[in-house]
Nanobody, 121 residues
Framework: QVQLVESGGGLVQPGGSLGLSCAAS????????MGWYRQAPGKERELVAR???????NYADSVKGRFTIARGNATNTVFLQMNSLKPEDTAVYFC???????????????WGQGTQVTVSS
């Protein structure tokens, strides 16, 4: 059994910074891609940033230059540093991981429970 456990988030003023972290817990698995998505009220879930096992990164245009995704020393952890936050960054942020369980030939997308980020004065 694999779980993605998130931490971080909260309320911050415009222009401020927040950090999110996510760790895949359990045993007998290999993590490939890890990343962050977000969903604002009334909108679809969208990719924020993604990091491949080879450490290639993808960012949404709206966060380029402000957000940074990075792996921890363990390949099953990922961090998202968010700087220069804007009110439009307000959303529930979800950790995502493409993970293959031991003995399986293909991976599966796993999701964290989501953490609220609110940017407001």
């Amino acid at each position: 059994q694999v779980q993605l456990v998130e931490s971080g988030g909260g309320l911050v003023q415009p222009g401020g910074s927040l950090g999110l972290s996510c760790a895949a817990s359990g045993s007998g698995f290999t993590v490939y891609h890890m990343g962050w998505y977000r969903q604002a009220p009334g909108k679809e879930r969208e990719l924020v940033a993604r990091l491949t096992r080879g450490r290639d990164t993808n960012y949404a245009d709206s966060v380029k230059g402000r957000f940074t995704i990075a792996r921890g020393n363990a390949t099953n952890t990922v961090f998202l540093q968010m700087n220069s936050l804007k009110p439009e960054d307000t959303a529930v942020y979800f950790c995502n991981g493409y993970i293959r369980l031991l003995g399986e030939v293909a991976g599966t997308n796993y999701w964290g429970q989501g953490t609220q980020v609110t940017v407001s004065s």
